[in-house]
């Protein structure tokens, strides 16, 4: 069974930054797009920045300029560094990818930024 495994949240001082780490295992054949999606209190989800397997990259305009997102294909595994932090990134973090053509999503990491 496919799993993803997130690490690297925590607790952060505005302009700060934090490393988040996704690995996925189990038995995978193929893994297509990976990336991070967010979640602030009372907000939707939102797509924070996502890389294809051929190394296309997306950000989303609001964390452009101070993230850069990953990929370790030989390791299946996603890094999103973030740089800058703003209190406005506080959110839970959700690694994604989409392995043997099924969406699959990590159990989340706590980012916080905070003085």
């Known amino acids: 069974q496919v799993q993803l495994v997130e690490s690297g949240g925590g607790l952060v001082q505005p302009g700060g930054f934090l490393r988040l780490s996704c690995a996925a295992s189990?038995?995978?054949?193929?893994?297509?797009?990976m990336g991070w999606y967010r979640q602030a209190p009372g907000k939707q989800r939102e797509l924070v920045a996502r890389?294809?397997?051929?190394?296309?990259?997306d950000y989303t305009d609001s964390v452009s300029g101070r993230c850069t997102i990953s990929r370790d294909n030989a390791k299946n595994t996603v890094l999103l560094q973030m740089n800058s932090l703003k209190p406005e990134d506080t959110a839970v973090y959700y690694c994604?990818?989409?392995?043997?053509?099924?969406?699959?999503w990590g159990q989340g990491t706590q980012v916080t930024v905070s003085s």
């Open positions: 890389i294809t397997s051929g190394q296309r990259i």
């Open positions: 189990g038995g995978i054949f193929s893994i297509e797009d």
């Open positions: 994604y990818a989409i392995v043997n053509y099924v969406m699959l």
